[in-house]
């Protein structure tokens, strides 16, 4: 049960180009959504986040999109650079009350990876 | 800057010994989890821990696994009794609060089961 999707297993940008990276989720309950980078034998690394009562989050050459009512997340990375040649997560929560607190366990998708070229 | 530390960084062991992996959070942050990604598959959750007890467990996260904050800045998981199918990444994060805030990864433990 897959609920946190990414289709794209591998895609291939060329420097100084958008790269447009793709989530799709099922469970209608998230509420929180992020996109990790990964490096090889490095853990994931938070890039941005986005609420769901937002549908867009900037932060430099990053832009996280969120069209709810298709479950559907998207990465911008514009411009791309060599160094941004890595694995992303998208990962989603949503709040879960629990005796004594609340939390929020990160699903993770199974992640693409980008690949810059110069 | 603050960062999550895990030991060690490359595990070998027989099947059917115990291992435990350790990790040092970062030191405000309450909530505590391990994830672990088998070569070539996705990140996949075990087990979060809060205020001194299990928050939530997937259905990875069976008999064969436990976890402890033995003295209140290591977080450790303990696997009994390994199988092949446990090689993989393991990852430990942490973070401030519950949904909301990102939460930090540590570089992550390989476990070999021979």
């Known amino acids: 049960d897959q609920q946190v999707k990414q289709n794209s297993p591998s895609l291939s940008v060329q420097e100084g180009r958008i790269s447009i990276l793709n989530c799709d989720y099922t469970n209608s309950m998230f509420d929180y959504f992020l996109w990790y980078k990964k490096y090889p034998a490095e853990g994931p690394t938070f890039l941005i986040s986005?609420?769901?009562?937002?549908d867009k989050n900037e932060d430099g050459r990053f832009t996280v999109f969120l069209n709810k009512s298709a479950k559907h997340l998207s990465l911008h990375i514009v411009p791309s650079q060599p160094g941004d040649s890595a694995v992303y997560f998208c990962a989603a929560s949503y709040l879960q009350m629990n005796y004594g607190g609340s939390q929020g366990n990160l699903i993770f998708g199974k992640g693409t990876k980008l690949s810059v070229k110069p | 800057e603050p960062e999550v530390t895990q030991t060690p960084s490359h595990q070998v062991t027989q099947m059917g010994q115990e291992v435990i992996l350790r990790c040092v959070p970062i030191s405000n942050h309450l909530y505590f989890y391990w994830y672990r990604q088998i070569l070539g598959q996705k990140v996949e959750f075990l087990v979060s821990f809060y205020n001194n007890e299990i928050s939530e467990k997937s259905e990875i996260f069976d008999d064969q696994f436990s976890v402890e904050r033995p003295d209140g800045s290591n977080f450790t998981l303990k696997i009994r009794s390994t199988k092949l199918e446990d090689s993989a990444m393991y990852f430990c994060?942490?973070?401030?609060?519950?949904?909301?805030?990102?939460?930090?990864f540590g570089q992550g433990t390989r476990l070999t089961v021979v």
């Open positions: 994060a942490s973070s401030s609060s519950m949904v909301g805030t990102e939460a930090f």
């Open positions: 986005i609420s769901s009562i937002k």
